[in-house]
Nanobody, 124 residues
Framework: QVQLVESGGGLVQPGGSLRLSCAAS????????MGWFRQAPGKEREFAAF????????DYADSVKGRFTISRDNAKNTVYLQMNRLKPEDTAVYYC?????????????????WGQGTQVTVSS
């Protein structure tokens, strides 16, 4: 089993930047694809970004493409989400997730383990 703990959320002005971190416990971090999802109040949880295991292939939701960058450091058992040029509509709880599968990584159902989330608020 994998435990995930997010950090780095907070309050930032529009146009600003934040870097989220997700620290994983266990011995098999490198065996999992990692994803970031977000959920705003009253809305469904939505895909933001993923990164695969060996090749480190990345993909992003259209809403964050060009502004967010996902990366991972397997030696540190950590995945990151660098968020630039933040917008008020980016305000949400951001969740880190781990998936043993490589299929359908844009869907929340593909993921086996989830963190408890970190709040990101973008406001003037």
């Amino acid at each position: 089993q994998v435990q995930l703990v997010e950090s780095g959320g907070g309050l930032v002005q529009p146009g600003g930047s934040l870097r989220l971190s997700c620290a994983a416990s266990g011995r098999t971090f490198s065996s999992y694809a990692m994803g970031w999802f977000r959920q705003a109040p009253g809305k469904e949880r939505e895909f933001a970004a993923f990164i695969t295991r060996s090749l480190g292939t990345t993909d992003y939701a259209d809403s964050v493409k060009g502004r967010f960058t996902i990366s991972r450091d397997n030696a540190k058992n950590t995945v990151y989400l660098q968020m630039n040029r933040l917008k008020p509509e980016d305000t949400a709880v951001y969740y880190c997730a781990a998936a043993a599968t490589i299929i359908a990584l844009k869907k929340a159902s593909a993921y086996d383990y989830w963190g408890q989330g970190t709040q990101v608020t973008v406001s003037s």
